[in-house]
């Protein structure tokens, strides 16, 4: 008898906590699904992520996917590209309702909980972190005061300091907030 985590238990500590070890193993199981193989290389785990990105009209050689937390410093992808994946969940109910609620929330919780923090902002951004050594990155949905949804990415690379970088992905997302109709 095998024992199966339920995919939605594993959203939230992947993404809120922003646990590497679970995207790693949500990659590998995910393709193991759609493979319907048991067993899979490195490779034909990110097989169904470069098959998606063909698909969404990613040219060859302007993506790399090695693993599945990002952590590889050959993993890179735009933000134009990185949006375009969140719209494409945002258009599929099936993915959406299981990502939107698993994503941190600005002022309330997960890798967010201590970003915009301003009572009229609380709330409007769903979104994930991602950080390495020279790199700073906030990608997700925000919803402007009007009520309207967009997915958005904003990637900051050779800052000086962590905290400036984080200061202006905040100050870029609240001007959103306020400003676009």
């Known amino acids: 008898v095998g024992y199966e985590t339920p995919f939605d238990s594993v959203m939230v500590p992947m993404l809120k906590n922003s646990d590497n070890l679970y995207a790693e193993c949500v990659l590998m199981n995910t393709a193991a699904t759609v493979l319907k193989k ?3 290389s490195w490779s034909e785990a990110v097989a169904p992520e470069k098959e ?8 060859s050689g302007t993506y ?7 952590l590889s410093n050959v993993d890179y992808i735009s933000p134009k590209q990185m949006v375009r994946l969140l719209q494409y969940a945002y258009n599929k109910p099936k993915i959406y309702d299981r990502l939107y609620p698993a994503l941190p929330v600005n002022g309330v919780d997960g890798t967010l909980k201590n970003r915009i923090t301003g009572l009229d902002y609380v709330g409007r951004v769903h979104a994930k972190t991602g950080s390495l050594s020279v790199a700073s990155t906030l990608a997700g949905y925000v919803q402007m005061r009007n009520g309207r949804m967009a997915a958005f990415c904003i990637m900051n ?3 000086s ?3 400036s970088a984080r200061n202006l992905q905040d100050a870029l997302l609240s001007y959103i907030i306020d400003n676009v109709r």
Request: hydrophobic share 30%; charged share 20%.
């Open 38 to 40: 048991k067993h899979l």
């Open 52 to 59: 998606l990105a063909q698909r969404l009209g990613f040219e």
């Open 64 to 70: 790399s996917i090695k693993d599945g937390s990002g």
């Open 157 to 159: 690379q050779n800052y």
């Open 161 to 163: 300091g962590a905290s």
